[in-house]
């Protein structure tokens, strides 16, 4: 329950009391009798329920750094991806899909990473020349903030050292030697460098890799051997961290985040969360335990754990602007108080750079909304020129349901500039993003899609900051068409130059039409619309399109066409809002007030307001119900207005709303 929520109901509940002891009257007293009311205990209940669920979201980056830490670290000597606190790994190729230390890996660089803990004393990092070669050295605090970032694009490419200092340190640090202040002890350096992935390219970087060097303050400049790595078994080394985060009990959880508070103290300006969570127990270094809590308030917080998850979830539609069905975020990295963005980035995309250094759209569904399937085939179309504007580099990965990398016989989980793609004649690029393999003319483009639902993510490293620049948004990615549905440069000629309208004498009380905005009622033959163009399916590539006004906000979607007896379209039925076809505000338009730009229908000056603003489109059942007995033409909309009224209280009940 928010906030609000809580006082409306409290301030319902004192003014039903209040009411009833002035005895204003019967309807005074009926409205009393109708108000909720919350005893003392529910009160206490609901706010400790509301403060638990903030306090699980707003602890969510650190307990998951922490979890993450223990996996990583949990071996005696470095290997694989994992390697002892206060030593670095470096990853020899890329990761594959049996890959579960992070959510949303990278397939595009070499990893160096590493914890480290400088509560006790500072870590000397130093880097070797680049020799010009791309590469970024992040560090994030315990919560997840960027707090440097070394690299190409801020340091250039040659020698360099840093000593990462914790947050109570003082002193004095060797010449030569750059202080990276750390608010917390727990540091996480998430170096990578770009490779090509051939083998000659694998040994440059390992060149690189094998000359970065990590010791600490007290051992630099002198010969070092760090010690092995402690091993406790009771550590789970299978589990996804998200996955261990999530089933954690409210009392251990919430516990470890107190204990974690301690060593990675919480910026200033988190002073009224602290005090907020302090009301439920929950303090800095001080021990928690749901059995030592008023039961009114364990209950509160028992249950709060779930509906945080369902806001660290919820979280990923406000991540950024929709851009052509991609979330497009540009203010990760480092989060002030915005905890709800930080924790949905530590659940699915940990490890997220600062906009300037990378940009990550995201997509789990298609152009048309649709969720992204294995059982379909899509498109993502390129124009000539207008790949990724990166100084760095780019990449599309795929990813399965839950952000982890797809088994395919190709061993393949990402396209970009370092693939030989394949460009079409006229220099624009297709991907092909599904199951099975599109044919050995198509493979090189060819993206692999589970059997299931999957989820998309560009990557531009470095992206530019001059148009176009995704930046600034003067560069969009494209996007995910089905591959039945896209509109070729072939159909979108034939299109434009086909007659957009036609003139219809007015008339009363035919074909059932309701008002169109800006006209008499019109008489028109409504025919089956694929038969429009020949050799051109409208079923496919018109109907069900989105419309989008000149400022690219999409405003509707095509869900019919009235077609003149001349078999030339006149108006479009256009739909806003509703699920399923279900509360859903139709408006019939005239096709001459559309335009098509880049292969997108344009609707210029509209808003979704506006649009159901205008007279609702309907038919006459009567008329359907004759015309579907004479086998007459019917169209599209109208068997979906037949199937909304066969569709009982109980059918409308097991629909569920899409999460978007």
């Not at 009160?43 to 903030?54: C, V, Y």
């Not at 602007?321 to 659940?347: C, E, F, H, P």
């Not at 580099?393 to 396209?415: E, G, I």
Request: hydrophobic content about 35%.
């Amino acid at each position: 329950m928010t906030h609000s929520r809580l006082a409306r109901i409290t301030a319902a509940a004192l003014m039903a009391t209040a009411l009833t002891s002035l005895g204003t009257g019967p309807a005074w007293a009926q409205l009393a009798e109708a108000s909720p009311t919350l005893s003392a205990a529910s009160l206490k209940e609901q706010e400790a329920f509301a403060i638990a669920k903030d306090a699980y979201v707003y602890g969510y980056p650190l307990v998951t750094m922490e979890m993450t830490r223990r996996v990583i670290t949990n071996v005696a000597e470095p290997t694989g991806t994992r390697t002892p606190m206060g030593q670095l790994v470096s990853l020899r190729e890329y990761p594959t899909a049996a890959y579960r230390d992070v959510t949303a890996p990278n397939a595009d660089t070499l990893y160096t990473s590493g914890f480290i803990d400088v509560g006790q004393e500072p870590y000397v990092l130093s880097l070797p020349d680049m020799n010009g070669r791309y590469y970024l050295f992040p560090m994030l605090s315990g919560w997840t903030d960027i707090i440097a970032d070394p690299g190409k694009r801020t340091s250039g490419t040659g020698p360099q050292t840093y000593a990462v200092t914790g947050p109570g340190w003082k002193g004095a640090l060797p010449d030569g030697v750059r202080e990276i202040k750390s608010p917390t002890d727990l540091v996480w350096i998430l170096g990578r460098i770009y490779s090509t992935g051939t083998p000659e390219d694998y040994k440059a970087v390992w060149g690189l890799q094998d000359q970065i060097k990590l010791v600490p303050l007290s051992a630099y400049g002198k010969p070092y051997t760090p010690p092995s790595g402690k091993v406790d078994p009771n550590i789970d080394m299978k589990t996804a961290v998200r996955k261990q985060v999530n089933r954690m009990e409210p009392g251990p959880y919430f516990n470890l985040l107190a204990q974690l508070m301690k060593d990675n103290p919480p910026p200033a300006e988190d002073a009224p969360m602290l005090a907020r969570m302090a009301k439920i127990g929950i303090v800095p270094g001080r021990a928690f335990d749901t059995g030592q809590l008023d039961p009114e308030i364990a209950k509160g917080v028992e249950r709060a754990h779930r509906a945080g998850w369902e806001e660290i979830a919820g979280g990923i539609r406000d991540m950024g602007s929709i851009q052509n069905g991609w979330m497009v975020a540009t203010s990760l990295g480092r989060y002030g108080t915005d905890y709800g963005k930080r924790a949905t980035v530590a659940a699915f995309g940990l490890g997220a750079n600062l906009p300037q250094d990378a940009v990550y759209p995201t997509t789990s569904v298609d152009s048309a909304g649709r969720k992204l399937t294995g059982n379909q085939k899509y498109v993502i179309h390129f124009d000539k020129g207008q790949l990724p504007p990166v100084d760095g580099f780019w990449s599309l990965t795929m990813y399965d349901a839950n952000f982890f990398f797809v088994a395919n016989p190709l061993n393949r989980y990402t396209l970009s500039q370092r693939h030989q793609l394949t460009p079409n004649p006229d220099g624009s690029v297709d991907l092909y993003l599904q199951n099975e393999s599109p044919g050995s003319g198509k493979e090189a483009n060819w993206l692999p899609a589970p059997t299931g639902d999957m989820n998309l993510m560009l990557r531009l490293y470095w992206p530019k900051e001059t148009s176009p620049s995704i930046l600034n948004g003067t560069w969009k990615p494209p996007k995910v068409e089905r591959a039945e549905e896209r509109l070729t440069a072939a159909d979108q000629n034939k299109l434009a130059s086909t007659p957009t309208s036609a003139a219809i004498p007015a008339t009363t009380g035919s074909a059932g039409m309701g008002p169109v905005a800006g006209s008499s009622t019109v008489g028109v033959a409504v025919v089956d619309v694929r038969t429009l163009y020949s050799g051109y399916s409208v079923k496919n590539q018109i109907l069900g399109r989105e419309i989008y006004n000149d400022n690219g906000e999409r405003v509707g979607h095509v869900t019919d066409l009235i077609v003149a007896p001349d078999k030339v379209a006149t108006y479009a039925i256009v739909g806003t809002g509703g699920l399923l076809d279900l509360g859903e505000h139709l408006t019939a338009v005239p096709v001459s007030q559309f335009t098509l730009k880049d292969g997108e229908i344009v609707l210029p000056n509209a808003t979704r307001q506006s649009l159901e603003a205008m007279p609702r489109f309907v038919r006459g059942q009567q008329r359907l119900k004759h015309r579907t007995q004479k086998r007459e033409p019917v169209s599209c909309v109208e068997r979906c207005e037949m199937r909304r009224h066969k569709r009982t209280a109980s059918d409308m009940g097991s629909i569920s709303r899409p999460m978007l």
